[in-house]
């Protein structure tokens, strides 16, 4: 039981740390919340981008960790270990988002150079564990029959992502046309992604959490 609360309690800091974005307008009201992208905030222009920064370390840290004692301690199942691989992906490409930021935010004048290239791959990847460890977490929720709660909130999860990379995908695709809020379209994205590391958390620490992992395929 320790093991479960510790991996959880990791996840669940991770996900907190992962919405530090919501101190933006506080913090970093130049960037424009509603069409500025999340990642402006930690650029290296913003007087307090060093905050932002240290949320995304955190954040990476603390997932990759849980991730990799989740597969040592805790995953049944090559799809178990799909959701627990992922979390670590995420989690290192993470880290690598954040000692890589932008040199500055879309409103400076900012050449473009190595390290925009470099973090938007280290972006790509972390995306991409993020959502492999969402859809392998829905799987076994749907599989296993968890709890209508949790498999509700993995539903909720896995729509939210669906609806914020469908809007961020057509914003940028429109953005020198028309004005679509691609921020709120990209932070709809983040809010999945952190409710993804809270349902991870509460499937190993929830009612019935030792017969779902024991089950888990």
Not at 6 to 25: C, D, E, Q, R, T
Not at 41 to 53: I, S, T
Not at 70 to 75: D, K
Not at 155 to 164: E, N, Y
């Amino acid at each position: 039981m320790t093991t479960r609360r510790v991996v959880a309690g990791l996840l669940f800091v991770g996900a907190v740390a992962y919405s530090s974005w919501v101190l933006g307008p506080a913090l970093s009201p130049g960037v424009d919340t509603l069409r500025g992208f999340a990642s402006e905030l930690a650029a290296l222009d913003q007087p307090h981008g060093v905050v932002f920064r240290t949320a995304d370390l955190a954040t990476g840290i603390l997932v990759a960790v849980a991730g990799t004692v989740g597969l040592w301690r805790l995953s049944r199942g090559w799809i178990s270990a799909v959701a627990w691989v992922g979390a670590i992906l995420f989690g290192l490409a993470t880290v690598a988002d954040s000692r890589m930021p932008l040199d500055c935010s879309a409103g400076a004048v900012c050449p473009a150079s190595d390290a925009q290239d470099l973090h938007a791959v280290s972006s790509f990847f972390a995306a991409t564990g993020g959502v492999v460890s969402m859809v392998a977490l829905l799987v076994l929720a749907v599989r296993r029959r968890w709890p209508g709660w949790l498999r509700g909130f993995c539903i909720a999860a896995v729509t939210i992502l669906l609806a914020g990379t469908a809007w961020t995908l057509v914003a940028t695709a429109l953005q020198d046309t028309h004005d679509v809020w691609l921020g709120v379209g990209q932070r709809t994205q983040l809010l999945a992604m952190s409710a993804w590391l809270t349902a991870l958390g509460l499937s190993v620490v929830g009612p019935g959490a030792r017969q779902r992992v024991r089950g888990s395929t």
